[in-house]
């Protein structure tokens, strides 16, 4: 039982690791040249080596005489940007080798394959027994790894809920869209995705030894559950949005209530004030006196007074 870690040339980045009969490549960032010497070395079809060099490839799988060929997207939360993005990872695999092409950033994946790497006990744990058992061992630990971005998420629900109903939040509305827009952007990976693990669930693949019901079913049945979790975060936060939306309309009315209650009431006063111009006040010596005056100030205070009562009466107060 063996293990290597050296490259098949110096200007390739292709690593490897062995243990009986197995054997798994593992490329980071693949260029034309990993895909050459591949080609050179197996027997894929030229179309899929073309696919391990896209970025935009459709989650799929492909079914050969000797061997699988599946494209896989995997989410990756951005922290600047505030929003989950999907990593591909391309799988051949056959009766005794798998190749995994990917970006590097998927850390599960790459820390399953230094462990393998490194450690006897782990090649023997992962590799020991099929090529499709190692698959299996992948999957589950990249499907695995999604869950603690849907707890991320559902505690940003909880924040800014929190939010909605608390007075003085500004910011509610942007961190409702930035949510919205994380979860659309989640559910888009994940639901292509968990069609790929039911047809690994469901086909009879002539590489695959172990069972497939037992072991991809146990995939589906995360991805499912994560696709689901995602359909309720996303009833939860149009719910949440018009909540938000009704929220701020009424503290929207009960601001512009108040405003019109003081420009009413002002309304008649100004009115009064003009019409009676500067002349009533006492203090000029060619003002009417104080009678005056002050019939001027009851006449002002009984309109306002009955402008209340009767917006009281209105129930507009």
């Given at each position: 039982?063996?293990?290597?870690?050296?490259?098949?040339?110096?200007?390739?980045?292709?690593?490897?690791?062995?243990?009986?009969?197995?054997?798994?490549?593992?490329?980071?960032?693949?260029?034309?040249?990993?895909?050459?010497?591949?080609?050179?070395?197996?027997?894929?079809?030229?179309?899929?080596?073309?696919?391990?060099?896209?970025?935009?490839?459709?989650?799929?799988?492909?079914?050969?005489?000797?061997?699988?060929?599946?494209?896989?997207?995997?989410?990756?939360?951005?922290?600047?940007?505030?929003?989950?993005?999907?990593?591909?990872?391309?799988?051949?695999?056959?009766?005794?080798?798998?190749?995994?092409?990917?970006?590097?950033?998927?850390?599960?994946?790459?820390?399953l394959f230094v462990d393998c790497l490194n450690n006897e006990r782990s090649r023997k744990?992962?590799?020991?027994?099929?090529?499709?058992?190692?698959?299996?061992?992948?999957?589950?630990?990249?499907?695995?790894?999604?869950?603690?971005?849907?707890?991320?998420?559902?505690?940003?629900?909880?924040?800014?809920?929190?939010?909605?109903?608390?007075?003085?939040?500004?910011?509610?509305?942007?961190?409702?869209?930035?949510?919205?827009?994380?979860?659309?952007?989640?559910?888009?990976?994940?639901?292509?995705?968990?069609?790929?693990?039911?047809?690994?669930?469901?086909?009879?693949?002539?590489?695959?030894?172990?069972?497939?019901?037992?072991?991809?079913?146990?995939?589906?049945?995360?991805?499912?559950?994560?696709?689901?979790?995602?359909?309720?975060?996303?009833?939860?936060?149009?719910?949440?949005?018009?909540?938000?939306?009704?929220?701020?309309?009424?503290?929207?009315?009960?601001?512009?209530?108040?405003?019109?209650?003081?420009?009413?009431?002002?309304?008649?006063?100004?009115?009064?004030?003009?019409?009676?111009?500067?002349?009533?006040?006492?203090?000029?010596?060619?003002?009417?006196?104080?009678?005056?005056?002050?019939?001027?100030?009851?006449?002002?205070?009984?309109?306002?007074?009955?402008?209340?009562?009767?917006?009281?009466?209105?129930r507009w107060i």
């Open positions: 039982m063996s293990a290597s870690a050296t490259k098949k040339d110096k200007n390739l980045n292709i690593k490897t690791t062995t243990y009986g009969k197995l054997t798994w490549l593992n490329i980071e960032n693949p260029t034309a040249k990993e895909t050459e010497y591949l080609a050179k070395n197996y027997p894929f079809h030229s179309l899929d080596l073309d696919d391990c060099l896209s970025r935009i490839q459709r989650p799929k799988i492909d079914k050969y005489e000797t061997y699988l060929f599946t494209v896989l997207h995997f989410p990756l939360y951005n922290k600047e940007a505030r929003v989950t993005t999907a990593s591909q990872v391309s799988i051949f695999i056959g009766e005794d080798y798998l190749i995994t092409l990917h970006t590097g950033t998927l850390k599960p994946l790459a820390k744990e992962y590799m020991g027994r099929s090529s499709s058992y190692l698959l299996y061992c992948i999957l589950d630990r990249l499907i695995n790894s999604c869950f603690p971005i849907l707890y991320k998420i559902s505690e940003n629900i909880e924040n800014v809920e929190d939010d909605i109903f608390a007075e003085g939040k500004r910011e509610t509305v942007r961190e409702l869209s930035i949510l919205r827009r994380d979860v659309i952007a989640f559910r888009r990976i994940i639901k292509p995705q968990t069609e790929v693990f039911e047809l690994l669930e469901s086909e009879d693949w002539p590489v695959i030894k172990v069972d497939p019901e037992v072991y991809f079913g146990d995939i589906a049945d995360h991805a499912r559950k994560i696709q689901d979790t995602l359909d309720d975060y996303k009833d939860v936060l149009e719910g949440l949005n018009d909540t938000n939306n009704t929220l701020y309309s009424f503290r929207t009315n009960q601001v512009i209530r108040v405003l019109t209650i003081i420009s009413t009431i002002m309304l008649p006063l100004a009115l009064i004030a003009g019409i009676s111009g500067m002349n009533i006040w006492p203090f000029t010596s060619d003002g009417p006196g104080w009678p005056t005056f002050v019939g001027v100030v009851v006449i002002m205070a009984a309109i306002t007074g009955g402008m209340l009562v009767l917006f009281r009466r209105k």
